[in-house]
């Protein structure tokens, strides 16, 4: 079956750790993106490939990092600078080619703070 | 820029009547527009989107969306809710040549028995 994992599921974090967070796609797309989603906000953009080894930061990037070395994994990082990291974390795919595509999106990671 | 405004935040409707979700954006260039749904601690899925053509368009589950272009509005409407359809409705905008989807606040669908 074709689509998008994340992993883990849930996800705790300490004070002043760094946790990273999943995401793999076997849809053969070229574009992926990573949103947080806070009650009553929507969704957000934090950052977003178009391409392998490229990446551009989205509106709320500070306290993220990502990676995009290969095109079926696209892993965030939230490092300690974020200082409200507690979210559902929802990773999205599409082929990337600028005409109105479909997002396909995984099953979300709930990152919470011990 | 773009910006999407989902006047309700929550819709209570009783099963077997119709339902109107409202959608309005703003935008200086043309855009794609999007309505995706959300179950319960699930990703979101595209239940329709409106590219080019008729006005009209008709998405999963019996949904169907009008885009108004002197109103600026994408209103997703269904002549009969089931309980099943208790979710969290997201309307969107990308512009054109763009991958970027700007997402509404979400209007939360409640089906009363």
């Known amino acids: 079956d074709g689509g998008i994992t994340q992993s883990p599921k849930y996800l705790f974090r300490k004070e002043g750790q760094n946790v990273t967070l999943s995401c793999e796609q076997n849809l053969n797309h070229d574009a992926m993106y990573w949103y947080r989603q806070d009650p009553g906000q929507g969704l957000r953009l934090i950052y977003y490939s178009q391409i392998v080894n490229d990446f551009q930061k989205g509106d709320i990037a500070e306290g993220y990092s990502v990676s995009r070395e290969k095109k079926e994994s696209f892993p965030l990082t939230v490092t300690s600078a974020q200082k409200n990291p507690t979210a559902f974390y929802l990773c999205?795919?599409?082929?990337?080619?600028?005409?109105?595509?479909?997002?396909?999106f995984g099953p979300g990671t709930r990152l919470l703070v011990l | 820029a773009q910006s999407v405004t989902q006047l309700d935040s929550q819709v209570p409707v009783f099963e077997e009547a119709p339902v109107e979700l409202r959608c309005n954006y703003s935008?200086?260039?043309?855009?794609?527009l999007f309505w995706y749904v959300q179950y319960p601690n699930q990703g979101l899925q595209l239940l329709l989107k409106?590219?080019?053509?008729?006005?009209l368009v008709k998405g999963i589950n019996g949904f169907e969306a009008e885009f108004n272009k002197s109103q600026t509005s994408f209103h997703l409407r269904k002549p009969s809710v089931h309980i099943s359809d208790t979710a969290e409705y997201f309307c969107a905008v990308s512009p054109l040549r763009d991958d970027k989807i700007i997402f509404g606040k979400g209007t939360r669908l409640h089906i009363l028995p």
């Open positions: 409106y590219l080019s053509g008729s006005t």
């Open positions: 935008s200086s260039v043309s855009v794609y």
């Open positions: 999205a795919s599409s082929m990337g080619r600028r005409v109105g595509e479909t997002q396909y």
